[in-house]
């Protein structure tokens, strides 16, 4: 558990205002055309660096002009890479036809989401934890959603983070103003409680060490790691949340690939529904990473400090910012909801599967201790005595394969790398030789 002290936020906070300062000024001396009066948002201003994966996204062009014939593999960006199912496909060809006629054209939707479609996610994912329709909110993607509810949640309230953990629960709440100033010494961020989830406490924190906080962002399976928090890790989280009075924001995305008894939501755990939102995704389940669609479960006894219902919060800005999730994708989630469609995107679960199953075993062969891959699409390879970054650049130069670097995530995952099992079959078996070559 890290927790940044005041002292240190403040003698960071004066140690940056100089350097923005003079920054500030650098712009107005030279007097570059274009510049209105109005100042940058802070916030953005105390973001330390770019985002990780635009940041790989560039390394990774830089690498193919370095080496125009080298047969790139990328193991790191996240991306599903299996075609979607033609009864899912079909479906969506078949409304947005149907846009073209007089009988078939739609306009706006309900910003909550298609009613059907809401009654499924209830009836597929939450049936034995009693969710209501009317407490699902369809959107175009969990990291759509986070954001959404930090607008809800607003700058004044504290910050819980897994560490490491998906870095845009840490960078929407700078955005937002919920942060302090970035310490280079610590290489955290003030305002934010860093919980420590790493292998020596089975990548859960001490919640005896841990500090209360409003907010606590937890995701299981976990990204990076790939660790499915256990129904006793979960039960300890939901006690921790309600006798501190805090609100759990419950990121669920790589449900589909629990293969254990590990819950797959937070609402299995009795008393969640008084202390947890639930944030989900069509994106790594059904391969809906460019048609963009999820949803949010908003319990409707879960209440602010005052006693009002935080749904009634949530329907207001999802109302205010957002339009609907396309009318087309909808439709498409529909189709992965049915019977023949479920079972057809559960197949393309198991594939992904089975790769990581491959990568692990690559991985495990080679001496390297490896953690996930078992629960989610995703390996946590330490590499011990190693810079992150280093080890992704000496991957990169020497196999031509994309990774992800774990201090993205977190100063916890400094020595760790995280390998993606999205991919062609062809692709993580041809990785996986490259690996062997590079280290046996």
Same mark, same amino acid.
């Given at each position: 558990?890290? =927790?940044?002290?005041?002292?240190?936020?403040?003698? +960071?906070?004066?140690?940056?205002?100089?350097?923005?300062?003079?920054?500030?000024?650098?712009?107005?001396?030279?007097?570059?055309?274009? =510049?209105?009066?109005?100042?940058?948002?802070? =916030?953005?201003?105390?973001?330390?660096?770019?985002?990780?994966?635009?940041?790989?996204?560039?390394?990774?062009?830089?690498?193919?002009?370095?080496?125009?014939?080298?047969?790139?593999?990328?193991?790191?960006?996240?991306?599903?890479?299996?075609?979607?199912?033609?009864?899912?496909?079909?479906?969506?060809?078949?409304?947005?036809?149907?846009?073209?006629?007089?009988?078939?054209?739609?306009?706006?939707?309900?910003?909550?989401?298609?009613?059907? $479609?809401?009654?499924?996610?209830?009836?597929?994912?939450?049936?034995?934890?009693?969710?209501?329709? !009317?407490?699902?909110?369809?959107?175009?993607?969990?990291?759509?959603?986070? !954001?959404?509810?930090?607008?809800?949640?607003?700058?004044?309230?504290?910050?819980?983070?897994?560490?490491?953990?998906?870095?845009?629960?840490?960078?929407?709440?700078?955005?937002?103003?919920?942060?302090?100033?970035?310490?280079?010494?610590?290489?955290?961020?003030?305002?934010?409680?860093?919980?420590?989830?790493?292998?020596?406490?089975?990548?859960?924190?001490?919640?005896?060490?841990?500090?209360?906080?409003?907010?606590?962002?937890?995701?299981?399976? =976990?990204?990076?790691?790939?660790?499915?928090?256990?129904?006793?890790?979960?039960?300890?989280? *939901?006690?921790?949340?309600?006798?501190?009075?805090?609100?759990?924001?419950?990121?669920?995305?790589?449900?589909?690939?629990?293969?254990?008894?590990?819950?797959?939501?937070?609402?299995?755990?009795?008393?969640?529904?008084?202390?947890?939102?639930? *944030?989900?995704?069509?994106?790594?389940?059904?391969?809906?990473?460019?048609?963009?669609?999820?949803?949010?479960?908003?319990?409707?006894?879960?209440?602010?400090?005052?006693?009002?219902?935080?749904?009634?919060?949530?329907?207001?800005? *999802? +109302?205010?910012?957002?339009?609907?999730?396309?009318?087309?994708?909808?439709?498409?989630?529909?189709?992965?909801?049915?019977?023949?469609?479920?079972?057809?995107? +559960?197949?393309?679960?198991?594939?992904?599967?089975?790769?990581?199953?491959?990568?692990?075993?690559?991985?495990?062969?080679?001496?390297?201790?490896?953690?996930?891959?078992?629960?989610?699409?995703? $390996?946590?390879?330490?590499?011990?005595?190693?810079?992150?970054?280093?080890?992704?650049?000496?991957?990169?130069?020497?196999?031509?394969?994309?990774?992800?670097?774990?201090?993205?995530?977190?100063?916890?995952?400094?020595?760790?790398?995280?390998?993606?099992?999205?991919?062609?079959?062809?692709?993580?078996?041809?990785?996986?030789?490259?690996?062997?070559? $590079?280290?046996?």
């Amino acid at each position: 558990m890290y =927790n940044s002290s005041t002292g240190n936020s403040m003698l +960071c906070r004066d140690f940056m205002r100089p350097r923005i300062i003079q920054a500030s000024l650098k712009t107005q001396k030279e007097g570059i055309a274009g =510049n209105t009066k109005v100042p940058r948002n802070v =916030n953005m201003e105390k973001l330390r660096s770019g985002y990780l994966f635009p940041e790989i996204s560039k390394r990774e062009v830089q690498h193919i002009e370095k080496y125009p014939d080298a047969k790139l593999i990328s193991l790191g960006i996240g991306d599903t890479t299996e075609p979607l199912p033609d009864i899912i496909a079909s479906s969506m060809a078949n409304y947005a036809l149907s846009l073209s006629t007089a009988e078939g054209y739609r306009g706006y939707g309900a910003e909550q989401g298609n009613k059907a $479609l809401r009654k499924a996610i209830a009836e597929t994912f939450y049936k034995d934890v009693q969710i209501k329709e !009317t407490e699902v909110f369809v959107s175009d993607g969990a990291q759509c959603d986070i !954001t959404r509810l930090q607008l809800l949640l607003g700058s004044n309230v504290s910050i819980a983070v897994q560490d490491p953990s998906f870095p845009a629960y840490v960078d929407s709440s700078v955005i937002i103003g919920q942060a302090g100033y970035f310490e280079d010494k610590s290489r955290m961020y003030g305002n934010i409680e860093y919980m420590k989830c790493v292998p020596q406490t089975n990548f859960f924190p001490d919640l005896a060490k841990t500090s209360r906080s409003d907010i606590i962002f937890f995701c299981s399976p =976990n990204n990076p790691t790939g660790h499915a928090a256990t129904r006793q890790q979960l039960e300890q989280l *939901v006690k921790f949340g309600k006798e501190n009075g805090s609100i759990i924001i419950f990121d669920s995305a790589y449900a589909a690939y629990i293969t254990d008894d590990s819950p797959r939501s937070i609402f299995e755990i009795p008393g969640a529904r008084e202390v947890a939102i639930e *944030v989900s995704s069509f994106s790594k389940f059904a391969g809906f990473t460019g048609i963009r669609l999820g949803w949010t479960v908003v319990p409707e006894e879960l209440s602010f400090s005052n006693g009002f219902p935080v749904i009634n919060d949530f329907n207001r800005i *999802v +109302c205010t910012c957002f339009n609907g999730a396309s009318s087309i994708s909808q439709v498409g989630g529909l189709a992965c909801l049915s019977p023949e469609g479920f079972a057809a995107v +559960c197949s393309i679960t198991d594939y992904y599967k089975e790769n990581a199953k491959i990568l692990l075993n690559t991985f495990a062969s080679l001496g390297l201790k490896v953690y996930g891959g078992k629960n989610a699409p995703y $390996l946590w390879v330490h590499f011990p005595g190693s810079k992150s970054w280093d080890v992704f650049t000496e991957i990169l130069e020497r196999t031509h394969i994309i990774t992800v670097p774990g201090s993205g995530f977190g100063p916890a995952g400094e020595e760790f790398m995280r390998v993606s099992a999205f991919g062609h079959r062809e692709s993580i078996l041809k990785a996986a030789r490259r690996l062997e070559n $590079l280290y046996l």
